[in-house]
């Protein structure tokens, strides 16, 4: 895997959530896109073993942005001092960005790369809104950091983790106004909305998959598809991690 | 050169001009769609997989064949449910002027056996080795044995006519979820958690087999593959390494050690010192 250092910038923390922003001269990340990343520490030592993958959030010209959750010891480290990570290129297929209109829905941390796809929307004049969902758990910071990263969304508030997904689809409404929608977030939203899916628009979906290599080596990041009409597994980090809904097996 | 099922075809950019051979994963009769997700967890200094060989099956793969021609010669691992199969994948391949050679995967589950696996038995090594010998007379052929029974393993398979040893396979290993109180994945373990178990098996059989030994198990860095070369092993084979740093900086930091302590790589086989030799080195 080729990775490179890369500056820190800055890090932010709201709650068990970091804003991290390095330095990032490389290719342009498209929205939807995730990179593989690491302090310099853990990179020297190899333990924990593995880079950890994360959707670019955002992108300004000259630096980068990933919003973490923090959860074990990759992401701690993140957290933590250190003035350099380790980090790849934008790597795996993201949006198709169509001429719109385009619904963008998501919740959790998986609303990380929305803000990257409005910014690229918005460059191009492509008309589009953001529903995101923010469950009554959440803690407080959680919300704000929401509220302020994206503040055109529709918050939608939900109380019941299995309602969740029927409430924020309600917000959103006839899908078949948009082009597309473009959705990430927790599991039973992705599925909501693919189930919601109508022929006329484009459902594109970013789902997650533990990684190793992530250029397509090991195969362990295999995702449930539809191919020639057989089911077979495709490799999130190189055909995703966003993938057309018709495509997925769930 | 790569370790089975570790470098992918979009990957080749990474290794051009850094490895020596291109192997690429192990190709079984049928295609074969592989295990449902999760295929992986995190293990201290390693990872667990349980990918299930996915891969197109022999057909598909040979139609393919021109893709994974990089300039350098193509070893193609494979992997049978039976002694039969085994000896039908190594015919197919024997008249196949583009494929340089063939590793056979004992490491998988022999169906007429219980689903227990080929290196379980050393009678059964001998009887895939000679079958696969006779199918394939023409070309190097390997033997890529696990962890378990590796000496008898090996001398099985010298005797059986295998060119070449490679050690190891992955070790069986599992991943407990405390939280969910769940089996997470059975799978085997590859990384350096496994290196000083694979260093002890190409030690071993490197001393008592005649043919060169191919060491694979956790090699990160170029002094993993002096350590290896060190122990016996005439070439290596780098796995995960491969996922968590680039190949071209494993194989700089190897001629550098070359470099610096004036050694030759086709000497490193032998420049094993005793452990005397050795300590003495280290009072003066
Ligand atoms: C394409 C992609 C994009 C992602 N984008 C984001 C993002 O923008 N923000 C964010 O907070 N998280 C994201 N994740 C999840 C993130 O990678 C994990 O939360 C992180 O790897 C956990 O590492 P850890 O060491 O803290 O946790 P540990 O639990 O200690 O990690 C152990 C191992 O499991 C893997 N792992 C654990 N949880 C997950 C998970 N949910 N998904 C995939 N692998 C996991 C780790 O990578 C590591 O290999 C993304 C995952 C993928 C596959
Ligand atoms: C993701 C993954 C897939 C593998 N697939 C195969 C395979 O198809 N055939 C095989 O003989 N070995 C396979 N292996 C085992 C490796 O070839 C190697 O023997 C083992 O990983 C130890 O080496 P390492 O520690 O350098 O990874 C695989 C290992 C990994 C991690
Ligand atoms: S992470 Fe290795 S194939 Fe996708």
Redesign the pocket.
């Known amino acids: 895997m080729r990775l490179q250092r890369a500056e820190i910038l800055s890090r932010e923390r709201f709650g068990n959530h970091l804003l991290l922003r390095y330095r990032w001269n490389g290719c342009i990340p498209q929205p939807g896109q995730f990179v593989m990343v690491r302090t310099r520490s853990f990179a020297a030592a190899l333990d924990p073993f593995l880079c950890r993958p994360f959707f670019v959030h955002d992108y300004d010209g000259e630096s980068a942005a990933l919003l973490v959750e923090i959860r074990g010891r990759g992401t701690s480290l993140l957290a933590g001092e250190e003035e350099e990570v380790v980090v790849s290129e934008p790597l795996g297929r993201g949006f198709d960005i169509g001429n719109g209109p385009v619904a963008l829905v998501g919740g959790g941390v998986w609303v990380s790369p929305l803000k990257l796809l409005s910014r690229r929307l918005a460059g191009r004049g492509i008309p589009h809104e953001l529903y995101l969902e923010i469950p009554s758990t959440a803690p407080e910071a959680y919300g704000d950091v929401i509220s302020r990263i994206f503040p055109d969304a529709d918050l939608v508030p939900t109380d019941d983790p299995e309602r969740a997904p029927e409430k924020l689809l309600a917000r959103v409404g006839d899908l078949s106004r948009y082009s597309a929608v473009c959705a990430s977030g927790p599991l039973s939203t992705l599925a909501a909305v693919k189930r919601a899916a109508c022929e006329q628009v484009c459902v594109q979906l970013a789902v997650r998959e533990r990684m ?1 290599c992530a250029n397509g080596s ?3 990041c295999a995702v449930p598809v539809w191919d020639g009409g057989g089911r077979t597994y495709a490799r999130a980090c190189i055909s995703g991690p966003v993938f057309l809904a018709e495509v997925l097996a769930w | 050169m790569p ?4 470098l992918g075809r979009e990957a080749f950019g990474e290794v051009k001009g850094v490895y020596g051979a291109i192997l690429p ?2 190709v079984t009769p049928k295609p074969r769609a592989g295990n449902p997700p999760p295929r992986l967890a995190e293990a201290p200094a390693g ?1 667990i ?1 349980s ?1 299930g ?1 996915q891969n197109p099956g022999i057909e598909r793969f040979l139609e393919d064949l021109d893709d994974y021609d990089i300039g350098l010669p193509i070893i193609v ?1 494979v992997a049978g449910d039976t002694v039969a199969e085994f000896a039908e994948l190594c015919a197919r391949l024997a008249g196949e002027s583009r494929v340089a050679a063939v590793e056979l ?1 004992l ?1 998988c589950p022999n169906t007429e056996r219980g689903g227990t696996t080929f290196c379980a038995r050393a009678e059964t090594i001998s009887e895939v080795v000679a079958a696969c010998r006779t199918a394939l007379p023409d070309k190097p052929l390997f033997a ?1 044995l696990a962890n378990e029974g590796a000496l008898n393993n090996a001398l099985a398979s010298e005797e059986a006519g295998a060119d070449a040893l490679t050690l ?3 070790i069986s290993a599992l991943a407990v979820d405390p939280h969910t109180r769940r089996i997470f994945l059975k799978g085997g373990l ?2 350096p958690a ?1 290196k000083p178990v694979a260093l002890r098996a190409v030690y071993e059989v490197s001393r008592v087999v005649s043919v060169p030994v191919i060491g ?4 990160t860095s170029g002094t993993d593959a002096v350590a290896f070369m060190l122990a016996g092993a005439s070439a290596v ?5 491969g996922f968590v740093r680039e190949p071209g900086e494993i194989l700089e930091e190897f001629a550098v050690y070359l470099r610096d302590n004036e050694l030759k790589a086709q000497n490193l086989t032998s420049a094993l010192r005793s452990r005397d030799e050795s300590q003495e080195a280290m009072l003066y």
């Open positions: 190793a090991c195969h362990g | 370790a089975a099922g570790t994963k192990t990872i997989n990918i060989l691992s995967n490491s890529k190891i396979n992955t590859s990384g496994i694979c198990g956790g090699v084979q780098v796995g995960s390494g």
